[in-house]
């Protein structure tokens, strides 16, 4: 074996077990997406109800009080219950967001979905995780 052929093949030895290494180690970006959508606060009105793909009304583009405009994916059902000018009440630090129209209840509304995966890994807040036993617990899908 000549000597540029053992470089390569250490170099693509190396690159291989470094590539095993970030898909080993490093955690999967759906977690970090979710905790965000925990975290985020949303207070605004529904400006109005956008499809994303073709005829599936999925998001809803708010207006927010002294902030930009934002988009916000409610879900094919959820979008089926809010109406354009209806209020958007997201607290941080929780995965259901509320639908507050004049003359009626609110409406308590999942946010987001969390796995039982996600539940488990590491990078999930401990607090967070005792709420998905109690308030939360609808919110707690299996993988």
């Known amino acids: 074996m000549k000597k540029r052929d053992l470089i390569y093949l250490v170099l693509i030895l190396f690159a291989t077990g470094f590539m095993l290494f970030l898909f080993l180690y490093f955690p999967k970006n759906e977690n970090k997406f979710i905790i965000a959508d925990i975290k985020t606060e949303i207070y605004g009105k529904i400006k109005k109800k ?6 599936l009304l999925t998001h809803a583009k708010i ?3 002294k902030k930009s405009d934002t988009l916000v994916l409610l879900g094919i059902e959820n ?7 209806d209020s958007i009440l997201k607290h941080k630090n929780s995965p259901f967001f509320y639908i507050l129209q004049k003359g009626k209840n609110p409406k308590k509304l999942k946010f987001v979905s969390i796995s039982k995966s996600i539940l488990n890994d590491k990078n999930f807040p401990k607090e967070w995780k005792d709420s998905c036993k109690t308030v939360w617990k609808s919110v707690v899908i299996d993988d």
């Open 50 to 55: 956008v499809a994303v793909r073709k005829g």
């Open 63 to 65: 207006s927010r009080y």
């Open 79 to 85: 979008n089926k219950l809010v109406d354009i000018g």
